[in-house]
């Protein structure tokens, strides 16, 4: 069962990278810095490009964050929803 499932992790793997990579007529129209890495035209403006750092800047930062609250939420007050869901009044026996 591993071995299965490790051959059908590489063929996965092997499908989605080739999709993933530009093919040979987008990587013409793309700039020198995504041109292997996406189809269609890319940015064309400085503004493009501004507006894909700011993208960038914002899922980094929602990573960041979601794993800081995931790892140490730093929830101490009573009346919060967390303590309601989890006492032992909700539980069903």
């Known amino acids: 069962m591993k071995n299965l499932m490790k051959n059908v992790l590489n063929v996965i793997l092997i499908l989605w990278a080739s999709y993933a990579m530009g ?12 041109k292997d890495l996406t189809h269609g035209t890319g940015p064309e403006s400085s503004w493009d490009w501004f ?17 800081k609250y995931l790892i140490k939420p730093d929830e101490k007050d009573i009346k919060h929803i967390k303590y309601s869901v989890f006492s032992d009044e ?3 026996l």
């Open 23 to 34: 093919c040979d007529a987008c990587q013409l129209r793309q700039p020198k810095v995504t």
């Open 51 to 67: 507006i894909v750092g700011i993208v960038i800047l914002i899922t980094v930062l929602a990573f960041i964050f979601s794993v």
């Open 90 to 92: 909700n539980t069903i």
